[in-house]
């Protein structure tokens, strides 16, 4: 949740760094931005991506047993890994930003739509692993299933067909993820 809230306020700023001409304020909001991101947004993201190992693998939830942890783990990596890939570019736009004097291409970098998209994007894939921790869908992993066997005692295991759904909504996440990668590639 702490990820949550971070991005979540972190988006005002960057649609002022976007909607704003006066260069002193840019620079002030891309130093703050590059602040609130280094030193807030990426260790929480981090933290939230231990912890949630940790604690799936200490309860009965286990981390390979259920497919909404595993879309869960998968959605925390990918906006990690977008998240570090973001705040490299925010570091170069806060050094760019410190320098004395700016050209247009400077400040065409400061306001670069990259700092609306990457954390708009963070806010969507965290409310979609808030939605699926409180939904908590059916359907196990073959791993989760043998394991289940295993602990009710039973000898004959038929295998688990996947559930209709999990397989639309991963091919959705799977889509929606793609499209974002698509759109940050272009922007």
Known sequence: MVWLGSAAAYIPIAVYVLTNQDVEMIRTAIKIMSLVVNFIVVPVAFASLLTGVALSLGTRWGLFRHYWILLKLLLTVFAVSMLVA???ELSHAASIAAQTTLSSTDIEVLKAPIHI???SGSVFIVLVAT???VY???GMTKF???KQMEIKGKSD????LTPRWIKRVGVAAISVLLIFVVIMIVI
């Open 86 to 88: 973001y705040s490299i």
């Open 117 to 119: 998209t990457h954390p």
């Open 131 to 133: 939605v699926l921790s």
């Open 136 to 138: 908590k869908p059916k």
């Open 144 to 146: 989760g299933w043998r």
């Open 157 to 160: 295991f038929t295998p688990y």
